[in-house]
């Protein structure tokens, strides 16, 4: 095989597995190496997270190991950054301590393979070689698999409508095609072209995200093309402006239809001939830069109303996708909502059980007029305000949502009331009994079977009792 480059990210200066691990590689492969502590430089976010996610992009390694300490589990948002920086590339993690299901989950989504030391040359070579076998850039076929479960695993959603629309992703993401993206507000639009550019040959290249309706109709010029220093009064240094920021990668224009028909008429031209030039500059500069947009308008009547250019229009809608609103994709609701809970619970450090089946039915009862958007504020939000082991219906906090009782609304306080007393009375019962659950159903004279089942309803860990009893 010949000689690759690997990436070697140490997150954990203070232990010795980043040397070792260095030394190892080093008599085999040509090595770039970065070391950053955890706590501080690369933190939960912040420039830290930017950071590594910078060098992880500009990286033209073939794989990256990252050398994690016992603090990893609170930094998920820098995985999930470093692993989108790095698509399509085998990323290997090597920790010295992690429970089993941290490990799995971490594999589900973001790391290839593991080691744990102690690490060897014997026990460590092999399986570089193995994946960059796998990974080979010669062929595209080995690792697109690959590449499109990085760009999608946000895309959450079986329903058909949502399927066929992002089915198509993979597909246009191989073209340099200008996208259109429509939608209601908080349906996932700006999702689906970042997994657009991470699924295209762009992805090692800069995308750059811009709210067309917070631009100032006076600045837009400016933002977009930058300019030289002395351009006006106050230039003191030259700007670069955000297409050059997203040379060789993806310009994503959201809320399009906020543009003026003046911003319009500049943005035309530059869709028409790749071509702009900076404020004071007296040449004109090519760009390489993809452009996807959004809106979500209904296009047409916007283009019937005099609000959207008709020629803007068709340069923009190459090809479009429509993205469903949430309230036509209900069977999606319990699945996003189990999907957000998962995310904030590992954010927040917390082992939870999940959400009850009567607060996913208060969910899916609702219109969600904030689309996905809105379901993983109200989910982030319940999971932040209660201390209990699961999110519970009344943990639910949506508008107008009480205005009125359902009719089942007795029923429904009487099993609450009933699913706390058990619950409560398990809990003394084992408390009394010291956890031995034998014990626990004479004295409750309940068939021993059957005060299982009811521990095992509530999600009782029994052990808590026990340790309890023993520190005593």
């Known amino acids: 095989m010949r000689q690759s480059t690997l990436l070697l990210f140490d997150l954990d200066p203070e232990g010795t597995s980043g040397g070792v691990l260095r030394a190892i590689l080093e008599a085999r492969f040509a090595v770039e190496s970065h070391r ?76 290839d393979d593991f080691i744990l030391p102690p690490l060897s040359a014997g026990n460590v070579l092999p399986r570089v070689c193995r994946l960059l076998e796998a990974a080979r850039g010669d062929d595209e076929e080995l690792y697109q698999p690959l590449r499109e479960k990085l760009g999608m695993r946000h895309l959450v959603g079986q329903s058909p409508a949502f399927v066929a629309e992002i089915s198509k992703i993979p597909l246009v993401a191989k073209c340099d095609a200008r996208i259109l993206i429509k939608g209601e507000t908080g349906t996932g639009k ?70 003026p028909p003046a911003a319009q008429v500049k943005l035309l031209r530059f869709l028409q001939e790749k071509e702009y030039r900076q404020l004071g500059s007296a040449r004109s500069r090519r760009a390489d830069v993809r452009v996807i947009s959004a809106t979500n308008v209904d296009v047409e009547r916007a283009v019937a109303e005099g609000k959207l250019r008709r020629d803007f229009y068709y340069r923009l809608n190459i090809v479009s996708l429509l993205l469903p609103p949430l309230r036509e994709r209900r069977d999606d609701i319990e699945l996003l909502a189990r999907h957000f809970f998962v995310k904030y619970a590992a954010e927040a450090g917390r082992e939870l059980n999940g959400v009850s089946p009567r607060a996913l039915r208060k969910l899916s009862e609702y219109d969600w007029p904030g689309n996905v ?86 999600h009782i860990d029994v052990r808590e009792f026990k340790t309890a009893t023993l520190a005593h």
């Open 36 to 111: 950053r502590s955890l706590q501080t430089d690369a933190g939960v976010g912040g420039e830290g997270v930017e950071e590594v996610a910078r060098l992880a992009a500009a990286s033209e390694a073939r794989m990256a190991f990252l050398v994690l300490p016992g603090a990893a589990r609170r930094a998920q948002g820098l995985l999930q950054a470093f692993r989108a920086s790095f698509a399509a590339r085998p990323v290997m993690l090597v920790t010295e301590e992690a429970e089993p299901e941290e490990m799995l989950e971490w594999l589900r989504s973001w790391a």
């Open 190 to 259: 700006e999702l689906c072209a970042r997994a657009i550019h991470y699924l295209s040959p762009r992805r090692v290249k800069p995308f750059v995200p811009v709210n067309c309706g917070a631009l100032p109709t006076e600045l837009l010029e400016n933002e977009l093309f930058g300019h030289e220093r002395g351009a006006y009064t106050g230039a003191a240094t030259s700007s670069p402006g955000l297409i050059r920021e997203a040379e060789g990668g993806t310009l994503f224009l959201d809320e399009i239809d906020c543009l």
């Open 373 to 458: 958007r809105e379901l993983e504020h109200v989910v982030e939000r319940a999971l932040a305000l209660t201390e209990r082991d699961e999110i519970r219906a009344e943990d639910i906090n949506l508008p107008g949502a009480s205005a009125a009782p359902s009719p089942d609304s007795f029923r429904q306080a009487k099993a609450r009331a009933v699913e706390q007393f058990e619950k409560q009375y398990i809990r003394e019962m084992l408390t009394a009994c010291q956890g031995n659950i034998t014990r626990a159903a004479q004295v409750a004279k309940k068939d021993r079977r059957a005060f299982w089942q009811l521990i095992q309803k509530h």
